[in-house]
């Protein structure tokens, strides 16, 4: 009976040694639960920040925001996931190169939060451009008053779209079933499809700006996109167009953005990101009746954890299994 016993402590050592251990910073119970039943072959290690460091050592994965010292610390990590779809934090724009220019895979939440984000970013146009400020203003003075009525009818206007990935083409989708037409700006090269009439590169922002009703800013936030949208591009947009950011705040520059609207260049402008975050009390954007302004939250609803979740679920599988995962990172673009 010993004998059996010692043989299947041995097999319980070895299939514990087998196992991917993946540590994850933090989870909630429930994210917990989920993870634990990806696949017998991952060993999930939820750490907090007092056993952070230790856990890490023997990791061969981490999910979370992973910061330069631990990724030197995790000396036999392969992968890396963040919870966002944005990853500019981990990849250190400041100048720290430890994990871009490592081994590690990184994997994000691209796509993921499309959906929200896109509804989020046509929310805010509709409400400018449909006038609602105006009448939720009279209605908190309970006064009826139908004219002037200046509602911008969306069809054939132009939407630029700065940043045609996973949100990027869920917002273009949106803007072309509302009869829009729709231009693309993307450094890759992006297929055709119905929904825009075409893509053209960053260099050729400033050619489609002049003509543009709308710019949505969807890109990820890279050491080339930052601050693409700068004073002159504000001051060659059309007057009495819209600008909606949705992806991060880095991209635009902001005073231009003021700038523009205390000229009266632009009707309005949506904002879901902005640099600095949190926009300070005092900042002039606050003082703008035709600026929305949100505090990050575009990516958020009843619906987008359950699809992170999941994503992160089936590349602990993935990973775990050795097969290859979903939403891996070019780290040296930074998306």
């Not at 990184?106 to 609602?132: C, F, K, Y």
């Not at 990101?273 to 003082?287: A, R």
């Not at 995962?325 to 070019?330: F, G, I, P, Y």
């Amino acid at each position: 009976m010993s004998r059996l016993i010692l043989a299947i402590s041995l097999c319980a050592l070895a299939s514990f040694a087998q196992q991917k251990k993946v540590v994850i910073f933090n989870p909630d119970p429930a994210m917990l639960k989920e993870l634990e039943s990806a696949s017998p072959k991952a060993r999930i290690v939820a750490a907090t920040s007092q056993n952070l460091r230790q856990e890490i050592a023997d990791a061969d994965a981490f999910i979370g925001d992973i910061k330069p010292d631990l990724v030197r610390e995790g000396k036999k990590l392969r992968w890396v996931q963040t919870m966002s779809a944005g990853v500019e934090k981990v990849l250190h724009l400041s100048g720290g190169s430890d994990l871009r220019d490592s081994g590690i895979i990184l994997t994000n939440n691209q796509i993921v939060q499309g959906p929200e984000i896109a509804d989020h970013a046509l929310a805010m146009l509709l409400t400018m451009s449909r006038g609602i400020l105006t009448f939720i203003e009279h209605r908190k003075q309970q006064k009826w008053q139908a004219r002037p009525y200046p509602g911008i009818e969306l069809r054939g206007r132009n939407a630029v779209v700065i940043g045609l990935g996973g949100i990027g083409q869920q917002i273009a989708i949106r803007a072309w079933g509302f009869g829009m037409n729709v231009v693309g700006v993307d450094p890759e090269d992006i297929p055709f499809s119905p929904f825009w009439q075409k893509v053209v590169k960053p260099d050729q922002l400033n050619e489609v700006l002049p003509s543009a009703d709308v710019v949505f800013i969807s890109a990820p936030h890279t050491e080339k996109s930052h601050k693409m949208m700068g004073p002159s591009q504000f001051e060659l947009m059309k007057k009495d167009s819209y600008f909606i950011a949705v992806s991060r705040g880095g991209i635009y520059d902001l005073p231009g953005l003021v700038k523009a609207l205390d000229s009266k260049k632009l009707a309005g402008a949506g904002v879901d990101v902005t640099d600095p975050e949190p926009l300070p009390e005092g900042h002039p954007l606050w003082k703008f009746d035709n600026v929305i302004i949100t505090p990050h939250i575009a990516g958020r609803s009843d619906k987008d954890r359950a699809r992170m979740v999941g994503t992160i679920r089936e590349n602990v599988r993935r990973f775990a299994e050795g097969q290859p995962l979903l939403n891996v990172v070019d780290k040296q673009k930074g998306y």
